[in-house]
């Protein structure tokens, strides 16, 4: 219905707007929002964007990313949450939060690698001193805090080589030196492993995997329970204009859902995929937590209530690069591509020894995201690539 009395370009700018009423349904309803709305210029002077519970600008959020925000932070056991564009960029909003020029952190050599590229920028064009620690370190890394050491960044599995950190032991040994200890959670979604319970300060996921579920959306998030480092990551977010949009939002609020569902059918799966593997002779390691070839296997067994779809192998070191690369381009229902916790099974192999600073075993590393197909044709398609070797 348009006014009769006004131009044609202030009737579209201004539609006639109805309400919802009487309707009802149950998801969220998309808010989009640059511009927010405020009642008179009281209002508008009397909010501020760091309490959440007032809208200021589309980037400070909407009710839809306020929702998801919510309940993200809910299933990780924290208070508060901080949406970010992708897994990458809340890694990079909490160590520019927590880190200035002079500053020290130590990240975990099995950490994603671009959290380590990201420090090596952070030590190259900044002057933050960046060190490389064992990820099976424990308590021992008391010893590498130094009076201007910050942040330690852990990552529990490491996602590629599946090392399950002490995180216990590290946290008292950096809190008993003033330092504060952010973790890496995406491998367990926040459902296997619950880092505020076991001290951890700043908790971070990359939403891009399990949570959208979809291999469709890029998003990531960093959760706190303290109100004062919320607030000086909310501080950060703001001057990089960190902003999310709210279709994908909706996409991660859809796929949060099902996702405990979908996180204990990818286990299921992964579990006996990686049983099946074990008994091959191509395949000398299993690095799956639940597996005691893999590092840290107690601490998985002490501090985890479950694991995801994702695991590596070790081929036997008699097989080539050449030959590894040909069970993976052999595949077919097995694609190869990054990024896991979609319902799709991916594989890809790693230069292990090039990423790390002292890689010890033999043998090309293969990883796989286990999906949501039939588990015995998955296992029927490694087995056909394996048999062609
Ligand atoms: C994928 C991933 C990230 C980064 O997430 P993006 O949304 O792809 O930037 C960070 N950490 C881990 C462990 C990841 O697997």
């Known amino acids: 219905m348009t006014n009769k009395k006004q131009g044609q370009n202030t009737s579209i700018v201004h ?3 109805r ?3 009487g309707f009802a349904s149950f998801p969220t309803a998309i808010h989009h929002a640059s511009t927010v709305l405020f009642k008179d210029v009281e209002a508008m002077r009397s909010r501020s964007w760091l309490n959440k519970s007032a809208y200021t600008y589309g980037l400070h959020g909407t ?3 306020f929702q998801l925000e919510g309940e993200i932070a809910h299933i990780e056991g924290g208070k508060h949450c901080v949406l970010a564009p992708s897994g990458l960029s809340a890694i990079s909003l909490v160590s520019l939060t927590f880190l200035s020029s002079g500053d020290d952190v130590l990240i975990p050599d099995n950490a994603y690698g671009p959290n380590k590229e ?6 190259n064009s900044f002057g933050i001193s960046v060190r490389f620690y064992d990820p099976m370190i424990g308590s021992a890394i008391g010893e590498l805090i130094l009076p201007n050491t910050r942040l330690i960044w852990a990552e529990t599995p490491g996602s590629v080589s599946m090392e399950v950190a002490d995180i216990p032991a ?3 040994a950096a809190h008993s030196r003033g330092v504060l200890v952010a973790v890496d959670n995406t491998w367990s979604a926040g ?3 619950k880092p505020f319970d076991h001290g951890v300060d700043i908790s971070m996921q990359a939403l891009t995997k399990y949570q959208s579920g979809g291999s469709d959306v890029l998003m990531g998030a960093v959760i706190t329970r303290d109100s004062e480092l919320n607030n000086r990551i909310l501080m950060t977010h703001m001057r990089l204009g960190l902003g999310v949009g709210m279709d994908d939002v909706y996409l991660v609020l859809r796929g949060l859902q099902s996702m405990k ?3 204990e059918a990818h286990d299921i799966a992964a579990r006996k995929i990686a049983a099946w593997l074990k008994t091959r002779p191509e395949i000398i390691k299993v690095l799956h937590p639940a597996w005691e070839d893999c590092p840290g296997h107690a601490i998985w067994k002490r501090d985890f209530t479950g694991a995801g779809g994702l695991f590596s192998v070790l081929f036997d070191e008699k097989f080539s690069e050449a030959q590894t690369d040909q069970f993976v381009n052999q595949l077919k229902l097995f694609k190869i591509g990054f990024s896991w916790g979609g319902s799709h099974s991916l594989c890809v192999p790693y230069r292990i020894e090039t990423m790390r600073e002292n890689w010890q075993d033999k043998g090309i590393l293969v990883r796989f995201n286990i999906g949501l197909e039939d588990v015995d044709d998955l296992i029927a398609d490694i087995e056909q690539s394996l048999n062609l070797l």
């Open 170 to 172: 590290i946290c008292n």
């Open 191 to 193: 459902l296997a492993f």
């Open 261 to 263: 569902l979908r996180f």
């Open 63 to 65: 009710p839809t990313s």
């Open 15 to 17: 539609p006639e707007y």
């Open 118 to 123: 990201f420090g090596m920028w952070l030590k």
């Open 19 to 21: 309400a919802p009423e």
